[in-house]
C-alpha cells in the first residue's frame, strides 16, 4: 500500500528503528529484530492497557488519519487499500492524563549503540511538544535502544536542546546523555514499562 504526506510525497517507514542490520536484503528486512514477541508500540499498549484498568492513568496511542484515495477489490469478501494520504501531520505518539498532568510523548527505538539520531523527529513534532511545554504539560520521549534493549525516558528539554544545536553541532545525542541525564527504566512484568515512575521524578522537579 502506497500511502503519502499531505503534500504527495511518498511515507516511507524509518529502516533505522526495528530491522536488525541495515546491511540486511529486502529478503532479510522481515525479519523484525528484539521482539522477544513485541515492539516498543506494542510494549507500551500494553503498558497503558494496565494503567488503565488499575485506574492509574489514562493514556492511549493517537489514532494516524488517514484518507484513502485507492481501494482494490479482488474479492467481494475483500478490499484492498493501495493509495492513501496522511490528511495531516502526525504530532507525537501518545497522550493523556496522569495525577491532573498532562502527558504527551513519543516513542523510538534505534539499532544504533553509542547515540540516538535526531533524524527519528519532524520538526513539527518538536514544536508540538514545545507547544505543549509551554501549557504545562510534560512532554518526554522513550527511548528503546534495540540491541541491548535498554530504555530510558528523556525530558523534553534534553531532546529541545540538543535538537536547536543540531545545525552547528552533532546530529544525534550521544547514549551517555540520554542515560545520565535521562531515566533508565527497567522492563517489569505488570506494567511491562513502569515509566510512570520516573514521570513522577519529573513532577517532583515541578514542585
Sequence with gaps: MVIRYPNGQSYRPPTNLKYENNSHSAKNEQIIFGNRGMSLEDELNTTNQYYLDHHQAVIHKKPVPIQIVQVDYPRRSAAVIKEAYFKQASTTDYNGVYQGYYLDFEAKETRNHTSFPLSNFHPH???????????????????????????????????????EKQTTNRKSIPKKVISSQGFSIKYGYQPLIP?????????EQLK
Excluded: N, R
Aim: glycine letters at 4%; charged letters at 10%; aromatic letters at 14%.
Design 125 to 163: 513534532q518538536i514544536k508540538h511538544m514545545q507547544a505543549c511545554t509551554q501549557q504545562g504539560g510534560i512532554c518526554f520521549t522513550i527511548i528503546k535502544f534495540s540491541s541491548t534493549q535498554e530504555l530510558f525516558l528523556l525530558p523534553a528539554a534534553i531532546l529541545f536542546s540538543y535538537w
Design 195 to 203: 515509566y510512570l515512575t520516573k514521570v513522577d521524578l519529573l513532577i
